[in-house]
């Protein structure tokens, strides 16, 4: 990976064991190209400003523990810190809020040692029994946590040993938990917020971060303050202490022109959701395009298999032989982008490259379609006894790429007798209709640097959103996730992504690349090792 090189924290006690040589050995071995991780500074920060950015959607909520779009995860990442942080390069675990962490023998328990003085927005102290409250709390989220709930599957529950020291039990060995414990779905959130119910939580949240929340209205603006007196953050930014920006606005601009057209007109300071037609306007005034590859599952289509159609497995095969990858990147999405080559992105740990498996061969669809008895019928479209091969395929409004991406898809599914019907939806409904099933096809990704996000995704014993029956592949998911021996962990990471291949479960399209269009005045814009911004080393050279 291309990552620029913030230094290595000093090594402090226990915190190098099981789990740490796991995360390293994996993302080692599974790292691909990135791009660069934030904007280069030609000189001093210049403390104060306020740094306007616009999105093109809002999850309604902003409660870190229970978002996962990325627009959303810009302004809330910035609320919580996390009990550790990963380094983008080396996929290291390093401290943030803990300072040492130990695994036992079978990884099945951790045992944390948290930072002194460390305070939120509040007033309230940072200790083991907040972060108790906080792992409690995650397993009672509705839907909206399923990320959270992910990195805490099998909790047995929190054990306080001391005021900054606690130990986190498992049913089973859990070598994914301590990468989990650097996103920002396990930040902490002060007790007053814990106690809320989901729904609150969703309007206001107060966490240890160097941004406060000023004021959220749902689906226009997000604005956070900086917070005073900070001094915790993590050893992989720049400096220590309080945030240069004294303000952050994230506005909700749905509409790609809008937000190129206000970045370059200096309305705004940064944009996301850049589509390829904004790259050239973009560059050409003279904007820093930030980028870096998104580690977890690429985009791509996945099917409700409860669906007796999109359960055929020769019509998944089909789909997925009729997507000319490389037209899609170069008609839709930016230079920054390539095609999936396997069901991980390639900067994913333990990621398979299966490129050939992921061919575009219009012939070969078509003989998948012919003998499972499907026939062209008059306008081109196959038949079967009658019924027409069309299915919906069912997308979310927030990214620019998602709808001429997935209609170019339409017209190659087409050409081999495959109608797709697609069907918008807002983002905030994302997590209603994968809960209720009310979907055939989806199209959509989820990051994370981590390769347990298959077992998060495609595990029946989790929320099985696309209704997987139980099989070999339950087996092979639970037993990576309690593999301590890297080499092991990563023969079943592999396994697993060959079935799912191999069986057309999930269809991969496009990698993701988080692709931001920075004015030149802004510094300091980074990514973590999940492609997230973090801004607290961001400043502007003017205001």
Same mark, same amino acid.
């Given at each position: 990976?291309?990552?620029?090189?913030?230094?290595?924290?000093?090594?402090?006690?226990?915190?190098?064991?099981?789990?740490?040589?796991?995360?390293?050995?994996?993302?080692?071995?599974?790292?691909?190209?990135?791009?660069?991780?934030?904007?280069?500074?030609?000189?001093?920060?210049?403390?104060?400003?306020?740094?306007?950015?616009?999105?093109?959607?809002?999850?309604?909520?902003?409660?870190?523990?229970?978002?996962?779009?990325?627009?959303?995860?810009?302004?809330?990442?910035?609320?919580?810190?996390?009990?550790?942080?990963?380094?983008?390069?080396?996929?290291?675990?390093?401290?943030?809020?803990?300072?040492?962490?130990?695994?036992?023998?079978?990884?099945?328990?951790?045992?944390?040692?948290?930072?002194?003085?460390?305070?939120?927005?509040?007033?309230?102290?940072?200790?083991?029994?907040?972060? *108790?409250?906080?792992?409690?709390?995650?397993?009672?989220?509705?839907?909206?946590?399923? $990320?959270?709930?992910?990195?805490?599957?099998?909790?047995?529950?929190?054990?306080?040993?001391?005021?900054?020291?606690?130990?986190?039990?498992?049913?089973?060995?859990?070598?994914?938990?301590?990468?989990?414990?650097?996103?920002?779905?396990?930040?902490?959130?002060?007790?007053?917020?814990?106690?809320?119910?989901?729904?609150? *939580?969703?309007?206001?949240?107060?966490?240890?971060?160097?941004?406060?929340?000023?004021?959220?209205?749902?689906?226009?603006?997000?604005?956070?303050?900086?917070?005073?007196?900070?001094?915790?953050?993590?050893? $992989?930014?720049?400096?220590?202490?309080?945030?240069?920006?004294?303000?952050?606005?994230?506005?909700?601009?749905?509409?790609?022109?809008?937000?190129?057209?206000?970045?370059?007109?200096?309305?705004?300071?940064?944009?996301?959701?850049?589509?390829?037609?904004?790259?050239?306007?973009?560059?050409?005034?003279?904007?820093?395009?930030?980028?870096?590859?998104?580690?977890?599952?690429?985009?791509?289509?996945?099917?409700?298999?409860?669906?007796?159609?999109?359960?055929?497995?020769?019509?998944?095969?089909? $789909?997925?032989?009729?997507?000319?990858?490389?037209?899609?990147?170069?008609?839709?999405?930016?230079?920054?982008?390539?095609?999936?080559?396997?069901?991980?992105?390639?900067?994913?740990?333990?990621?398979?490259?299966?490129?050939?498996?992921?061919?575009?061969?219009?012939?070969?669809?078509?003989?998948?379609?012919?003998?499972?008895?499907?026939?062209?019928?008059?306008?081109?479209?196959?038949?079967?006894?009658?019924?027409?091969?069309?299915?919906?395929?069912?997308?979310?409004?927030?990214?620019?790429?998602?709808?001429?991406?997935?209609?170019?898809?339409?017209?190659?599914?087409?050409?081999?007798?495959?109608?797709?019907?697609?069907?918008?939806?807002?983002?905030?409904?994302?997590?209603?209709?994968?809960?209720?099933?009310?979907?055939?096809?989806?199209?959509?990704?989820?990051?994370?640097?981590?390769?347990?996000? $298959?077992?998060?995704?495609?595990?029946?014993?989790?929320?099985?959103?696309?209704?997987?029956?139980?099989?070999?592949?339950?087996?092979?998911?639970?037993?990576?996730?309690?593999?301590?021996?890297?080499?092991?962990?990563?023969?079943?990471?592999?396994?697993?992504?060959?079935?799912?291949?191999?069986?057309?479960?999930?269809?991969?399209?496009?990698?993701?690349?988080?692709?931001?269009?920075?004015?030149?005045?802004?510094?300091?814009?980074?990514?973590?090792?999940?492609?997230?911004?973090?801004?607290?080393?961001?400043?502007?050279?003017?205001?």
């Amino acid at each position: 990976m291309s990552i620029v090189d913030h230094g290595r924290p000093p090594s402090r006690g226990p915190f190098r064991l099981v789990g740490v040589a796991l995360v390293v050995a994996l993302a080692l071995a599974g790292c691909g190209s990135g791009g660069s991780t934030g904007a280069a500074p030609t000189g001093p920060a210049r403390p104060g400003g306020t740094l306007r950015v616009a999105v093109s959607s809002d999850q309604g909520c902003v409660d870190p523990q229970q978002v996962g779009s990325n627009d959303s995860i810009y302004s809330a990442r910035q609320l919580v810190d996390s009990l550790t942080d990963q380094d983008p390069g080396t996929g290291r675990i390093t401290p943030w809020l803990a300072t040492a962490w130990e695994p036992n023998q079978d990884a099945s328990a951790y045992t944390f040692t948290l930072r002194e003085g460390v305070t939120f927005g509040d007033g309230t102290p940072l200790t083991a029994e907040v972060v *108790r409250q906080n792992f409690d709390r995650i397993p009672e989220l509705g839907a909206r946590a399923t $990320l959270a709930k992910g990195y805490l599957a099998g909790y047995r529950g929190t054990t306080v040993e001391g005021p900054t020291r606690f130990t986190v039990r498992f049913a089973a060995p859990n070598v994914q938990f301590l990468q989990g414990t650097s996103t920002h779905s396990l930040g902490i959130l002060a007790p007053a917020t814990v106690s809320r119910s989901d729904d609150e *939580r969703c309007q206001r949240v107060v966490g240890t971060g160097p941004f406060v929340l000023g004021d959220y209205v749902k689906n226009l603006s997000i604005t956070l303050t900086r917070r005073a007196g900070y001094r915790w953050g993590s050893p $992989l930014w720049a400096h220590q202490g309080e945030a240069y920006l004294e303000r952050l606005e994230f506005r909700i601009v749905p509409e790609s022109g809008v937000r190129t057209g206000s970045l370059v007109s200096g309305e705004v300071d940064a944009i996301g959701s850049i589509g390829q037609q904004d790259e050239q306007p973009l560059t050409t005034a003279g904007v820093q395009l930030l980028d870096r590859a998104n580690p977890g599952i690429p985009f791509g289509i996945s099917f409700n298999l409860a669906r007796p159609l999109v359960s055929e497995p020769a019509v998944r095969a089909a $789909l997925s032989l009729s997507v000319d990858r490389p037209e899609l990147v170069s008609a839709v999405f930016t230079s920054k982008t390539r095609p999936a080559t396997g069901v991980l992105s390639s900067t994913t740990p333990a990621y398979a490259d299966a490129g050939a498996a992921l061919r575009f061969d219009p012939d070969q669809a078509g003989a998948t379609l012919d003998a499972a008895g499907w026939r062209p019928g008059p306008d081109g479209i196959r038949v079967r006894d009658g019924r027409r091969l069309g299915f919906a395929l069912t997308f979310f409004s927030n990214a620019a790429t998602n709808k001429p991406a997935l209609e170019l898809i339409q017209q190659q599914a087409r050409r081999v007798g495959i109608e797709l019907r697609l069907v918008e939806r807002p983002i905030a409904e994302n997590t209603q209709v994968q809960q209720g099933g009310d979907f055939e096809a989806i199209w959509g990704n989820i990051t994370r640097a981590d390769p347990d996000i $298959l077992r998060g995704w495609y595990w029946t014993g989790g929320a099985n959103y696309y209704r997987f029956p139980p099989g070999e592949l339950d087996g092979v998911l639970t037993a990576q996730a309690g593999a301590a021996d890297p080499a092991r962990r990563a023969e079943l990471v592999a396994a697993a992504q060959r079935r799912l291949l191999r069986e057309h479960s999930v269809v991969p399209v496009v990698e993701l690349s988080t692709v931001l269009g920075v004015a030149p005045g802004v510094r300091g814009v980074r990514f973590d090792a999940s492609s997230r911004i973090t801004l607290s080393d961001a400043s502007k050279a003017e205001d």
